[in-house]
Antibody
């Protein structure tokens, strides 16, 4: 069964850091692009970042560029999102999602259950 | 303000048909594949349609997708109360080098 399991969310003060993890199973992790999508309370989906499996290129939304870093460890089948300089507006449920191999041919076909990040003093 | 434009809400009676529109431009929908997602309250999104009009296994053929120019449409026939959810369109944007989503459409089955 294809599965994604996020962890690492929690409460953090403004300016603080968190690292989210997404453990993948049931598919060849190194073949597919992966992404992070977030959803603030009561709001819609917002794409955060993607990692291209083919080129290892990384992509970021303007709202997180320079503060967040996406990476992966293929030996552990795990995707990461390092979040620094966190702001109140980063408060959201963060979903890990599996994409198609070619990142411009986007379709998130598998989603994790999400992990909540709350930025507050 | 979302890059892709969707109506905030639509409604129809059980058994009826509804369509949800998604409008973009030449940087996104017009030149890339469109996907549609369903999100019921409290759950993660689920892929309904990819490549404009293809359904993943397990998605009933009551759900359909189409694209024309810079706009895409999700159609749902034989509406059921279980279809009440938020629906999002998404695609790649060549100018932004980013995945973009619509603002979401809340479907109410009256």
């Amino acid at each position: 069964e294809v599965q994604l399991l996020e962890s690492g969310g929690g409460l953090v003060q403004p300016g603080g850091s968190l690292r989210l993890s997404c453990a993948a199973s049931g598919f060849t992790f190194s073949n597919d692009a992966m992404g992070w999508v977030r959803q603030a309370p009561g709001k819609g989906l917002e794409w955060v970042s993607s990692f291209s499996a083919l080129s290892s290129n990384t992509y970021y939304a303007e709202s997180v560029k320079g503060r967040f870093t996406i990476s992966r460890d293929t030996s552990k089948n795990t995707l990461y999102l390092q979040m620094d300089s966190l702001r109140a507006e980063d408060t959201a449920v963060y979903y890990c999602a599996k994409d198609f191999p070619v990142i411009t041919h986007n379709a998130f076909d598998v989603w994790g259950q999400g992990t909540m990040v709350t930025v507050s003093s | 303000q979302s890059v892709l434009t969707q109506p905030p809400s639509v409604s129809a009676a059980p058994g009826q048909k509804v369509t949800i529109s998604c409008s973009g431009n030449s940087s996104n929908i017009a030149n890339n594949y469109v996907s549609w997602y369903q999100q019921v309250p409290g759950a993660a999104p689920r892929l309904l349609i990819y490549d404009n009009n293809k359904r993943p296994s397990g998605i009933p053929d009551r759900f359909s997708g189409s694209k024309s120019g810079a706009s895409a449409t999700l159609g749902i026939t034989g509406l059921q109360t279980g279809d009440e959810a938020d629906y999002y369109c998404g695609t790649w944007d060549n100018s932004l080098s980013a995945v973009v989503f619509g603002g979401g459409t809340k479907l109410t089955v009256l």
